[in-house]
Nanobody, 121 residues
Framework: QVRLVESGGGLVQAGGSLRLTCAAS????????MAWYRQAPGKQRELVAR???????TYGDSVKGRFTISRDNGRNTGYLQMNSLKPEDTAVYYC???????????????WGQGTQVTVSS
Protein backbone atom coordinates (compact mmCIF):
# COMPACT_ATOMS: atom_id res chain seq x y z
CA GLN A 1 0.00 0.00 0.00
CA VAL A 2 1.34 3.41 -0.98
CA ARG A 3 0.97 6.30 1.45
CA LEU A 4 1.69 10.01 1.19
CA VAL A 5 2.25 11.84 4.44
CA GLU A 6 2.53 15.62 4.62
CA SER A 7 4.19 17.60 7.38
CA GLY A 8 5.32 21.14 8.05
CA GLY A 9 2.09 23.07 8.15
CA GLY A 10 1.27 25.54 10.88
CA LEU A 11 0.55 29.14 11.79
CA VAL A 12 2.79 31.90 10.47
CA GLN A 13 2.58 35.66 10.18
CA ALA A 14 2.26 37.37 6.82
CA GLY A 15 5.65 37.67 5.17
CA GLY A 16 6.92 34.55 6.87
CA SER A 17 7.98 31.20 5.48
CA LEU A 18 7.06 27.54 5.84
CA ARG A 19 8.40 24.37 4.28
CA LEU A 20 6.05 21.48 3.59
CA THR A 21 7.27 17.92 3.19
CA CYS A 22 5.53 15.01 1.46
CA ALA A 23 6.96 11.56 2.10
CA ALA A 24 5.84 8.67 -0.09
CA SER A 25 6.18 5.23 1.44
CA UNK A 26 5.13 1.64 0.83
CA UNK A 27 5.63 -0.75 -2.06
CA UNK A 28 6.85 1.83 -4.57
CA UNK A 29 8.48 1.04 -7.88
CA UNK A 30 8.65 4.62 -9.12
CA UNK A 31 7.33 8.08 -8.28
CA UNK A 32 6.36 10.08 -11.32
CA UNK A 33 4.98 13.57 -10.79
CA MET A 34 4.66 15.11 -7.35
CA ALA A 35 2.37 18.05 -6.77
CA TRP A 36 0.87 20.28 -4.12
CA TYR A 37 -2.74 21.41 -4.17
CA ARG A 38 -4.58 23.59 -1.70
CA GLN A 39 -8.17 24.16 -0.73
CA ALA A 40 -9.43 27.14 1.22
CA PRO A 41 -12.86 27.12 2.91
CA GLY A 42 -15.61 27.60 0.35
CA LYS A 43 -13.22 27.37 -2.58
CA GLN A 44 -12.27 24.69 -5.07
CA ARG A 45 -9.05 22.76 -4.74
CA GLU A 46 -6.36 24.40 -6.85
CA LEU A 47 -2.92 23.43 -8.11
CA VAL A 48 -0.10 25.13 -6.27
CA ALA A 49 2.91 23.49 -7.91
CA ARG A 50 3.93 20.33 -9.73
CA UNK A 51 7.29 18.72 -10.44
CA UNK A 52 8.05 15.85 -12.80
CA UNK A 53 10.51 13.06 -12.14
CA UNK A 54 12.92 14.92 -14.40
CA UNK A 55 12.62 18.14 -12.43
CA UNK A 56 10.36 20.22 -14.68
CA UNK A 57 8.13 22.50 -12.63
CA THR A 58 4.77 24.20 -12.98
CA TYR A 59 3.34 26.82 -10.62
CA GLY A 60 -0.04 28.37 -10.04
CA ASP A 61 -0.11 32.03 -10.98
CA SER A 62 -0.77 33.17 -7.42
CA VAL A 63 2.41 31.59 -6.04
CA LYS A 64 4.92 32.20 -8.81
CA GLY A 65 8.07 33.81 -7.47
CA ARG A 66 7.18 33.00 -3.85
CA PHE A 67 6.93 29.21 -3.68
CA THR A 68 9.46 26.61 -4.81
CA ILE A 69 8.74 22.93 -5.33
CA SER A 70 11.54 20.37 -5.18
CA ARG A 71 12.03 16.66 -4.64
CA ASP A 72 14.52 14.08 -3.48
CA ASN A 73 14.07 11.11 -5.78
CA GLY A 74 16.24 8.86 -3.64
CA ARG A 75 13.98 9.45 -0.63
CA ASN A 76 10.67 9.58 -2.56
CA THR A 77 10.06 12.90 -0.86
CA GLY A 78 8.78 16.20 -2.15
CA TYR A 79 9.03 19.67 -0.68
CA LEU A 80 7.25 22.99 -1.00
CA GLN A 81 9.17 26.01 0.21
CA MET A 82 6.74 28.86 0.79
CA ASN A 83 8.12 32.37 1.22
CA SER A 84 6.49 35.78 1.52
CA LEU A 85 3.31 34.14 2.72
CA LYS A 86 0.06 36.07 2.51
CA PRO A 87 -3.24 35.61 4.39
CA GLU A 88 -4.79 34.41 1.13
CA ASP A 89 -2.39 31.46 1.17
CA THR A 90 -4.35 30.08 4.13
CA ALA A 91 -5.68 26.65 3.17
CA VAL A 92 -5.31 22.95 3.64
CA TYR A 93 -2.38 21.84 1.50
CA TYR A 94 -2.50 18.37 -0.06
CA CYS A 95 0.31 16.34 -1.53
CA UNK A 96 -0.53 14.47 -4.74
CA UNK A 97 1.61 12.00 -6.62
CA UNK A 98 1.47 9.64 -9.53
CA UNK A 99 3.13 6.47 -8.22
CA UNK A 100 3.86 3.15 -9.88
CA UNK A 101 3.47 0.50 -7.17
CA UNK A 102 5.61 -2.62 -7.24
CA UNK A 103 4.03 -5.18 -9.53
CA UNK A 104 2.15 -2.61 -11.59
CA UNK A 105 2.96 -1.15 -14.97
CA UNK A 106 0.95 2.06 -14.82
CA UNK A 107 0.98 4.86 -12.24
CA UNK A 108 -1.93 5.45 -9.87
CA UNK A 109 -3.02 8.71 -8.31
CA UNK A 110 -2.41 9.11 -4.57
CA TRP A 111 -3.28 11.88 -2.11
CA GLY A 112 -2.07 12.76 1.35
CA GLN A 113 -4.35 13.63 4.23
CA GLY A 114 -3.59 17.35 4.06
CA THR A 115 -1.83 19.81 6.33
CA GLN A 116 -3.24 23.13 7.49
CA VAL A 117 -1.39 26.33 6.67
CA THR A 118 -2.68 29.49 8.32
CA VAL A 119 -1.21 32.90 7.59
CA SER A 120 -2.18 35.70 9.96
CA SER A 121 -2.23 39.35 8.91
Amino acid sequence: QVRLVESGGGLVQAGGSLRLTCAASGAIFAVRTMAWYRQAPGKQRELVARITSGGSTTYGDSVKGRFTISRDNGRNTGYLQMNSLKPEDTAVYYCNSMVVPHGDYDPSDYWGQGTQVTVSS
